[in-house]
């Protein structure tokens, strides 16, 4: 495996987080078409689409702190912040985003069920390959 691609000998960039960001690419490309091909507003896709990965990220890193290593990031607070070392958790994502997007749903007076389905296939495909990125 390739955890870090080493750029110079004092620079290298983590193979996994090179990955996420060109799935988050890929994934906003999909979400535009998808908005374009069913009519759903690409401003405002493109605005959840914002909220899911900021909120996804945050979440992601929360979780891993208050649930997987609390002990290690009291003594370390500001280790919490090191996100290129790793030490993110799926649920935590992914609970933080979806909540996030249906609060910010309601508030723009959009039904969070239509728009679901509208992301459920583009979430799948962002998880799957973040799947396979982790072995990288």
């Keep these: 495996m390739y955890p870090a691609i080493h750029l110079t000998e004092d620079v290298a ?11 988050y690419c ?8 998808r908005a374009e091909r069913f ?11 914002l909220v899911i990965m900021v909120a996804g990220f945050i979440g992601a890193r929360l979780f891993h702190v ?22 993110f958790v799926f649920y935590g994502g992914a609970l933080t985003a979806f909540f996030s997007a249906v609060f910010y749903l309601k508030r723009k007076g959009e039904s969070w069920k239509r728009w679901a389905d509208f992301y459920a296939p583009v979430g799948a495909f962002g998880y799957g390959l973040g799947r396979i990125a982790c072995l990288l």
């Design 13 to 23: 960039l983590p193979t996994y987080l090179l990955a996420i960001s060109l799935v």
């Design 26 to 33: 890929l994934a906003l490309f999909w979400v535009v078409h």
């Design 39 to 49: 009519e759903f507003s690409r401003v405002l896709a493109l605005d959840v689409a």
């Design 66 to 87: 208050l649930y997987e290593m609390p002990d290690y990031y009291l003594a370390n607070p500001l280790d919490i912040f090191r996100v290129w070392q790793g030490g």
